[in-house]
Nanobody, 116 residues
Framework: QVQLVESGGNLVQAGGSLRLSCAAS????????MGWYRQAPGKQRELVSS???????NYVDSVKGRFTISRDNAKNTVYLQMNNLRPEDTAVYYC??????????WGQGTQVTVSS
């Protein structure tokens, strides 16, 4: 059974940093594409960043230069380092895993709140 457990969300002041972690179990982590999504109140869930099993990385324009995604296949974990946080980054952040057949798995989410 696939399980994704996020951690690291918190309340932080604008300009601060947080590091989100997503630990996966029940998967052969190295062959999954991983991603971080976020959903703010009243808004649709959006892709923030992704990293493929081959290491290709993408970011949404609004976080380029501030967020960094990485993965540690030995620890079955994907990270999202978030620097220079802004109030508009406030959202619930979700970890996503996608297998070779395109099936998606989701974590329960972790709240990030950035105060101005």
């Amino acid at each position: 059974q696939v399980q994704l457990v996020e951690s690291g969300g918190n309340l932080v002041q604008a300009g601060g940093s947080l590091r989100l972690s997503c630990a996966a179990s029940g998967v052969i982590f190295s062959i999954f594409d991983m991603g971080w999504y976020r959903q703010a109140p009243g808004k649709q869930r959006e892709l923030v960043s992704s990293i493929t099993k081959g290491g290709r990385i993408n970011y949404v324009d609004s976080v380029k230069g501030r967020f960094t995604i990485s993965r540690d296949n030995a620890k079955n974990t994907v990270y999202l380092q978030m620097n220079n946080l802004r109030p508009e980054d406030t959202a619930v952040y979700y970890c996503n895993a996608q297998n070779l057949m395109g099936r998606d798995y989701w974590g329960q989410g972790t709240q990030v709140t950035v105060s101005s």
